[in-house]
């Protein structure tokens, strides 16, 4: 397991409104329609077209490229973010100067957490992120994450990262100390609990 320590990353990304991409879009796809140089071809008129048939060129093609591309941006956002919340941490909450994570282990979670969110009303926009490490001493809360802060949060996302119980790494611990290192587990989980909702939490154990 190859682990690396956690810094803190600048601001995030700038993400761009999904309302401003979509009326982007549409209106370039209008603008084609009646441009004076488009040709119809009647072979194609009153027929029963395919479902199969792809444009790879088409506006709708380029939409969803676009809103892709816009969900990269807020998941790398919020993978920062969980980051800076790490790090911000470490002192004040995990009482530690080095914190060791597990190689690519923030991209993993940014990654889940998207995944986790795909079937909310506003995905992961609506989420209200809560960063805990559970550690041997009980549950911390090490910061709080709002993907998008002008959107009312319709749900509740947990993220759960584990210490090693074994502490950090030898020669690290020999130069800071015992107590000044903390590593993390691979393992990790998310908890997710619907704000206007009886329905009972989804948890999701990740190894």
């Excluded at 401003?20 to 072979?43: D, F």
């Excluded at 998207?114 to 992120?129: K, T």
């Excluded at 119980?165 to 393992?187: A, C, M, Q, S």
Aim: charged share 25%; net charge negative; glycine share 6%.
């Amino acid at each position: 397991m190859v682990y690396t320590t956690a810094l803190l990353f600048g601001h995030g990304v700038p993400v761009l409104s999904e309302e401003e991409s979509v009326v982007e879009m549409i209106g370039k796809y209008l603008s084609q329609l009646t441009s004076p140089g488009r040709k119809t071809s009647s072979a194609r008129r009153g027929s029963v077209e395919s479902c199969d048939e792809t444009d790879s060129n088409s506006p709708l093609n380029n939409l969803d490229a676009g809103l892709e591309h816009e969900e990269r941006l807020l998941q790398q956002d919020v993978t920062q973010q969980i980051e800076r919340c790490l790090t911000e941490a470490k002192a004040s909450t995990l009482h530690c100067q080095v914190l060791l994570l597990p190689h690519q282990m923030t991209t993993k979670v940014g990654q889940d957490v998207v995944h986790f969110s795909a079937d909310e009303p506003c995905g992961l926009r609506g989420a209200s992120i809560k960063v805990y490490v559970e550690c041997k001493d009980g549950l911390k809360s090490v910061g709080s994450v709002f993907p998008d802060p002008s959107v009312t949060p319709t749900f509740e996302l947990s993220v759960i990262l584990k210490a090693d119980k074994d502490g950090g790494w030898p020669p690290l611990k020999h130069i800071f100390g015992t107590n000044k290192v903390l590593k993390l587990r691979p393992e990790y989980r998310l908890v997710k609990r619907k704000l206007y909702s009886s329905a009972s939490p989804v948890i999701h154990d990740f190894h």
